[in-house]
């Protein structure tokens, strides 16, 4: 399955391309960045089990830790419950979760030598890194899909309009290209399975915790406002929260940070991505 994929992306195959006909450069890296994702989906549909075990995880912070902590109410959460206040929240952690682990990718499949095969073709390194995050995004769409349920069983009362949805999926996948970008940097520096492990633990709580995910910023103590106003999960929260809960969305500076946050990851990670292999 992965070497068929493989095979067509752009460059991969001279029979992919009629006799005198040239692809612009963009049609090119457009069709490598496709293939790439295609490469990451079919995996997860032929192995969907890491949709069921990811959904065990909100729906514990949900049913759990959400129900228990509505009824203390001792945090502010602007007039809603805290169920309310929390599900974005749950939704953001779902997909860092996923996302930051995605590097492990890179780890097997150098181990694979399937890294040195993509190297091997025409194709620029940021066709890969790209992909890949793209297919973390469309990866973490899954966790919309199971906090939407959850929201409705509990019945959390969250805006279930079109254009909220789609901000919602376009706030999923840029956050998974930052942390899907961040995690393969850290693949590419540590090398080996055992230390990307213990480093993408080291980073998700921090992450999670440093955010406005379950406690907005004006209650944290000030050092830890001035980190998780320097954590992009927070911006993703705040897009969040806006679509679902509260309706009000600084769309522009939230979707710019993210946007700036996701093409430095992006570019690094593309500068790196090769010395993987070594």
């Given at each position: 399955?992965?070497?068929?994929v493989?095979?067509?992306?752009?460059?991969?195959?001279?029979?992919?391309?009629?006799?005198?006909r040239q692809?612009?450069?963009?049609?090119?890296w457009?069709?490598?960045?496709a293939?790439v994702?295609?490469l990451?989906?079919?995996?997860?549909?032929?192995d969907?089990?890491?949709?069921?075990?990811?959904?065990?995880?909100?729906?514990?912070?949900?049913?759990?830790?959400?129900?228990?902590?509505?009824?203390?109410?001792a945090?502010?959460?602007?007039?809603v419950s805290y169920?309310?206040?929390?599900?974005?929240?749950?939704?953001?952690?779902?997909?860092m979760?996923?996302s930051?682990?995605f590097?492990?990718a890179?780890?097997?499949?150098?181990?694979?030598?399937?890294?040195?095969k993509?190297?091997?073709?025409p194709?620029?390194?940021s066709?890969?890194?790209l992909?890949?995050a793209?297919?973390?995004?469309?990866?973490?769409?899954?966790q919309?899909?199971?906090v939407?349920?959850?929201s409705l069983?509990i019945?959390?009362?969250?805006?279930?309009?079109?254009?909220p949805?789609?901000?919602?999926?376009?706030?999923?996948?840029?956050?998974?290209m930052?942390?899907?970008?961040?995690?393969?940097?850290l693949?590419s520096i540590?090398k080996?399975r055992?230390?990307?492990?213990?480093?993408?633990?080291?980073?998700?709580?921090p992450?999670?915790?440093?955010?406005?995910?379950l406690?907005?910023?004006?209650?944290?103590?000030?050092?830890?406002?001035?980190l998780?106003?320097?954590?992009?999960?927070?911006?993703v929260?705040n897009?969040?929260r806006?679509f679902l809960?509260?309706?009000?969305?600084?769309a522009s500076?939230?979707?710019?940070?993210l946007?700036?946050v996701?093409?430095?990851m992006v570019?690094?990670a593309?500068?790196?991505?090769p010395?993987?292999?070594?």
């Amino acid at each position: 399955m992965t070497s068929s994929v493989l095979a067509r992306l752009p460059g991969a195959s001279a029979e992919n391309m009629p006799e005198g006909r040239q692809e612009s450069w963009l049609a090119v890296w457009l069709r490598g960045i496709a293939g790439v994702v295609e490469l990451e989906v079919r995996k997860l549909w032929h192995d969907p089990t890491e949709v069921f075990t990811r959904a065990v995880q909100p729906a514990l912070w949900l049913l759990i830790f959400g129900e228990a902590f509505s009824r203390l109410r001792a945090i502010p959460t602007g007039g809603v419950s805290y169920l309310t206040f929390m599900a974005p929240g749950i939704l953001a952690q779902s997909m860092m979760f996923i996302s930051i682990f995605f590097g492990i990718a890179i780890i097997w499949e150098r181990d694979l030598g399937l890294m040195q095969k993509m190297l091997a073709l025409p194709l620029p390194r940021s066709v890969f890194i790209l992909g890949k995050a793209l297919a973390a995004g469309v990866r973490s769409l899954a966790q919309v899909v199971v906090v939407i349920i959850i929201s409705l069983l509990i019945e959390i009362p969250l805006r279930w309009q079109l254009v909220p949805l789609l901000g919602v999926i376009a706030t999923v996948m840029i956050g998974a290209m930052i942390f899907a970008s961040f995690s393969m940097i850290l693949a590419s520096i540590v090398k080996t399975r055992e230390r990307f492990m213990g480093l993408g633990q080291l980073f998700t709580m921090p992450f999670f915790f440093a955010s406005n995910a379950l406690y907005p910023i004006s209650i944290m103590p000030p050092w830890l406002q001035v980190l998780s106003r320097i954590n992009p999960l927070t911006y993703v929260v705040n897009l969040l929260r806006g679509f679902l809960v509260t309706g009000q969305v600084n769309a522009s500076a939230d979707f710019g940070i993210l946007i700036v946050v996701a093409v430095v990851m992006v570019v690094v990670a593309t500068k790196l991505y090769p010395t993987a292999i070594y």
